[in-house]
C-alpha cells in the first residue's frame, strides 16, 4: 500500500473526520469567547495579561483535546456504551412526561448536586487529588482553564457522573441556546471579570465566586466547590468571599512548567504519597506539600 493511499484512507477514516471537525468546532468556539472574555476583563477593570501567558497555552492544548472529541473517542465512549446498555433499567421513565422545562430544570439540580459533591471527592481522595491538582496547578487563570484535567481526574469525574445522567435520560443541553449559555457562564468561571453580579452569585457561580477556590491563601482552602450553581456551598457551608479577589492562584509547593509536567507529575506525587504514612497533623489544604510530611491533598 503506497503512502497515496494511507493518506486517502486516513481521509475517509469516520473517527479521523469526526475529530478534525471537532477541531475546528473548538477553534470556532474558541476564538468567539476568548474576545468576549476579554472584552468583559476590559470592561470589568479585571486583567488580561494571562491570556498571554505560557499557562495558557497549556489551557489551551487541553481546549482542543476535550473540545474535539478526541478524549471521548479514546476513552469515554466504548465505557458509556458499555455502561448505558447495561444499565437502561435505571432510566427514570416518568421524567420523559415531564414539561421540557421541569425537565432541564430537574437535570441541572440533579446534576450540579452531583457534580458538588464530586468535585469534593477529588479534593478529600489522595488518589484522585493527585491528578486533580493538574487543574490546580494553574497560577494564570483564564477562560480555557475549565478543560484543564488531566485524562485520569476526568475519566473519574465523568464515570461518576455519568450515573445520575443515565437515570435522568438524555440532557436538555441539546438544545443549543441553553448548551451555548451554559457553556459560556461556565468558561466564564476561571476568567478575570471582576464583578460581583450581585444576589445573582448566591445562585450562580460567578468568576469572583470560583476565584477563592483556586486561591492560594490557606484561609480560602476547600471551599466554593460548585459547578454551576453556588447554592450548594452555601448550604453545606463551604462558601467564602472577601472583599478583595485572591492575589495569588496554584499551588504554592507543586509547580507544573510544562505539558509534559501536567501529564506526568501527578504519578509521581501518588507514589511520594503513599510511599510516606499520612499525618492528622497536617492542615486541610488544596495542595500536595511535598515540601513537608506525606504530601497531603486537602480534606472535604
Not at 152 to 166: A, G
Request: aromatic share 14%; charged share 15%.
Amino acid at each position: 500500500m503506497t503512502w497515496r493511499h494511507i493518506s486517502e484512507s486516513l481521509l475517509h477514516w469516520a473517527p479521523l473526520r469526526n475529530i478534525a471537525h471537532g477541531c475546528l468546532r473548538a477553534l470556532v468556539v474558541g476564538v468567539v469567547f476568548y474576545f468576549l472574555v476579554y472584552l468583559l476583563e476590559r470592561a470589568s477593570g479585571g486583567t488580561t495579561e494571562q491570556n498571554r501567558s505560557r499557562g495558557f497555552l497549556q489551557d489551551v492544548v487541553y481546549w482542543f483535546y476535550y473540545r474535539s472529541g478526541l478524549n471521548q473517542m479514546l476513552f469515554m465512549a466504548a465505557l458509556f456504551s458499555f455502561l448505558g446498555t447495561r444499565l437502561a433499567f435505571l432510566q427514570l421513565t416518568i421524567v420523559d412526561s415531564l414539561h421540557p422545562i421541569v425537565r432541564a430544570t430537574l437535570w441541572i439540580l440533579v446534576g450540579d448536586f452531583c457534580g458538588y459533591w464530586v468535585h469534593r471527592l477529588q479534593h478529600a481522595s489522595r488518589f484522585v487529588w493527585a491528578f486533580h491538582s493538574v487543574h490546580h496547578a494553574q497560577e494564570q487563570l483564564n477562560f480555557a482553564t475549565t478543560t484543564r484535567f488531566h485524562p485520569v481526574d476526568h475519566f473519574i469525574s465523568d464515570t461518576l457522573r455519568f450515573f445520575p445522567q443515565m437515570m435522568l435520560g438524555a440532557s436538555p443541553m441539546s438544545w443549543l441556546p441553553l448548551y451555548l449559555v451554559m457553556d459560556f457562564v461556565a468558561n466564564t468561571q476561571h476568567s478575570r471579570i471582576k464583578w460581583r453580579f450581585g444576589p445573582l452569585s448566591r445562585i450562580l457561580v460567578t468568576p469572583r465566586f470560583h476565584s477563592f477556590h483556586h486561591s492560594a491563601d490557606p484561609r480560602h482552602y476547600n471551599k466554593n466547590f460548585g459547578a454551576l450553581l453556588s447554592i450548594w456551598d452555601h448550604i453545606f457551608g463551604t462558601a467564602v468571599d472577601a472583599p478583595e479577589q485572591p492575589a495569588e492562584y496554584g499551588l504554592r509547593d507543586i509547580k507544573m512548567p510544562t505539558l509534559w509536567s501536567t501529564l506526568l507529575l501527578p504519578f509521581g506525587l501518588l507514589r511520594q504519597m503513599y510511599a510516606r504514612p499520612s499525618s492528622s497533623s497536617i492542615p486541610a489544604r488544596n495542595a500536595i506539600l511535598v515540601s513537608r510530611s506525606a504530601d497531603e491533598p486537602p480534606s472535604g
